[in-house]
Every structure is written in structure tokens, then in C-alpha cells.
């Protein structure tokens, strides 16, 4: 069955530094999703990617979808402490299928 | 709008009860899902209700069930529980329009199984 995958599993940053989490489908997807759920909370819309070779910004996040449309990526310029929390991708097949999460972690 | 709620928030059980959580989505929405959160699995697709029909289904045992009201609010009901039930049990609407399929998931119901 579909499957996605997500690296890498845990970053921790200075603040001020960037950080990319990179997500990859075994399968072709429709779209793809992106989450973030903070620590004790629950995932929170953060974007939807539908082209082939979509890149959306948000601020300081930068969300890009392969030109296969199999592979993503978050990344976040500037990092800061409110950043902190598990980003999940969520490949759109038959149903929506969650990566395992990248934990990122701001030391002050 | 009111977003995705819950019911209960927390809930402790012995193996072998069963145990039945509450869903209400978001007003018009008419698409809800579950997902079971584990450390060690991750988010895991339970399964999708849309105008009260399943949809989709992940793949856990028959133990897990659900249904979906004419009101668009869900039921799942998990029988026979077992120590690795013990989880977060998120709950997602969607619209489920042309337009979009974001899904916005509630505080979730947080099960121990002892």
C-alpha cells in the first residue's frame, strides 16, 4: 500500500537558523498536505499542494511539491521558538496517508 | 464557526471493556474521520464517514467501528480493548468539496487501556 515517508525524524536548531523536512510518497499523489501540531495539541492545516512543481510560501515557510509529484518539502527560513512542534505531510491517495512527522526543536 | 469537538476529552479502561468516543464536526461539514495517534505508529488512518456511509477504511482489526449521524456526528466504538489501544483518538472534518479537502482535526479523546 501507499507509503510516506518523512526526514529526518528529529531537528533541533538554534533559533535564527533554517530548517527543511523533506516527505516522499512510494505512490504518485494527487496532493499533498502539510501539519503542524504542537507539543500536547493537535495537527493543524497548514497548506495543500496540488501541481506538479508547486512552491507556496506562508511568511517565513516555504512548501514545495515534486515535479513527480511524489516527494515534498517544508522549509522554514529564520526559525523561532513559536516554530516548535511535529510538521506531518499527508500524501492524498485513496485517503490521506500521514508521514511519520518531523520533530523540531528552537533552543533559544 | 465552531471547530471539531470531542467528547470525552480523557478516559481510562480495562482491557476487555469497550469504549465509545463522540465526534461533532465543524457545521457543513459532511466528511469526518478517524485517526488513531501512537509514539511509536504515528498518525494511522482509521476510517472516513461521509453522508453517513464509510468511505475508506484503514486497516485495524474489526474491533474498531464507527457510523455517522444524519447530523454529520460521529461514533466510533472500539470492543474488546486491548493494552495497545491505549492512544490518542484524533477526529477529522472535512468539506469534502471540489474546492477543498483540508481536514481540521479536533483536541482529540486521550484512552488508556489498563
Known amino acids: 500500500g501507499q507509503q510516506v515517508m518523512q526526514i529526518p525524524q528529529y531537528q533541533h536548531v538554534q533559533e535564527g537558523e533554517d530548517f527543511t523536512t523533506y516527505c516522499n510518497s512510494s505512490?504518485?499523489?494527487?496532493?499533498i498536505q502539510w501539519y503542524k501540531q504542537r507539543p500536547g495539541g493537535h495537527p493543524v492545516f497548514l497548506i495543500q499542494?496540488?501541481?506538479?512543481?508547486e512552491v507556496k510560501k506562508q511568511k517565513r515557510l516555504t512548501f514545495q511539491f515534486g515535479e513527480a509529484k511524489k516527494n515534498s518539502s517544508l522549509h522554514i527560513t529564520a526559525t523561532q521558538t513559536t516554530d516548535v512542534g511535529t510538521y506531518f505531510c499527508a500524501g492524498k491517495g485513496q485517503n490521506f496517508v500521514f508521514g511519520p512527522g518531523t520533530r523540531l526543536s528552537v533552543l533559544p | 464557526k465552531a471547530g471539531v469537538t470531542q467528547t470525552p476529552r480523557y478516559l481510562i479502561k480495562t482491557r476487555g471493556q469497550q469504549v465509545t468516543l463522540s465526534c461533532s464536526p465543524i457545521s457543513g461539514h459532511r466528511s469526518v474521520s478517524w485517526y488513531q495517534q501512537t509514539p511509536g505508529q504515528g498518525l494511522q488512518f482509521l476510517f472516513e464517514y461521509f453522508s453517513e456511509t464509510q468511505r475508506n477504511k484503514g486497516n485495524f482489526p474489526g474491533r474498531f467501528s464507527g457510523r455517522q449521524f444524519s447530523n454529520s456526528r460521529s461514533e466510533m466504538n472500539v470492543s474488546t480493548l486491548e493494552l495497545g489501544d491505549s492512544a490518542l483518538y484524533l477526529c477529522a472534518s472535512s468539506p469534502r468539496d471540489r474546492s477543498t479537502d483540508t481536514q481540521y482535526f479536533g483536541p482529540g479523546t486521550r484512552l488508556t487501556v489498563l
Open positions: 505512490t504518485t499523489l494527487s496532493n
Open positions: 499542494l496540488v501541481k506538479s512543481g
